[in-house]
């Protein structure tokens, strides 16, 4: 099946610097997604990014399908932001669908 | 606007017990619904996933299974807890038009 490798899998960043994640995989997708996981277990969809950039607030994420990467940029970085975020890519197989998670990367902002 | 309601947050349970987690989605039709482990260390683990009433894939061979009795309510249950079936439970579901995921808040099971 796709693998998906994230880097650095632990970052530790001061508040207010910025930071860049990486997801790697092993194969053509068609879409990718972004999760953010809270100290508290809640995951939330930052970002579903097929390819190119998209931007919502501090954050935005760039996905070149064709290197088989994307990226996830934390800019002006805050407390809440630390968690552990999540790329994933789709893989299909006969009739079916599900997404393979990265082992994630786990950010430590601290004031 | 669509929710995903999960519990409960947390459970302690004793070995050998039964399991009854529920997940209900709103404001949506015939989502696709799954239930994922995240076992200490972060990987999340896709455990079965439903495309619509009464149809359930497995993804692991394991001692839990998943029913859908309703198109916006999944269930997962076990007959007899393992010390091993611990970890955090969390549901998600997906649009037919779109294959963006969403999750609920997670049930943390500890089996003692």
């Known amino acids: 099946g796709i693998q998906v490798e994230q880097s650095p899998p632990d970052l530790i960043l001061q508040e207010g610097a910025n930071s860049t994640l990486r997801c790697n995989f092993s194969d053509s997708v068609n879409n990718l997604q972004w999760f953010h996981q809270n100290p508290w277990g809640q995951l939330i969809n930052l970002f579903y990014?097929?390819?190119g950039t998209k931007q919502n607030g501090r954050l935005s994420a760039t996905t070149v399908a064709t290197e088989r990467y994307s990226l996830l940029y934390i800019s002006s970085s805050q407390t809440t932001d630390s968690g552990v975020y999540f790329c994933?890519?789709?893989?299909?197989?006969?009739?079916?669908?599900?997404?393979?998670f990265g082992k994630g990367t786990k950010l430590s902002v601290i004031p | 606007s669509q929710t995903i309601h999960q519990w409960p947050a947390t459970l302690v349970q004793p070995v050998g017990s039964p399991l009854s987690l529920e997940c209900t989605v709103e404001g949506t039709s015939n989502p696709n619904l799954y239930w994922y482990r995240q076992a200490a260390g972060r990987g999340l683990q896709l455990l079965f996933y439903s495309v619509g009433i009464g149809q359930i894939s497995s993804e692991v061979p394991q001692n839990l299974s998943a029913s859908r009795p309703q198109d916006r309510q999944f269930i997962l249950s076990s007959k007899k807890l393992l010390l091993s079936d611990s970890g955090f439970y969390l549901c998600a579901w997906e649009p037919r038009e779109s294959e963006k995921l969403f999750f609920g808040s997670g049930t943390q099971l500890s089996v003692l």
């Open positions: 990014i097929p390819s």
């Open positions: 994933a890519v789709p893989s299909y197989g006969a009739g079916s669908y599900q997404l393979t």
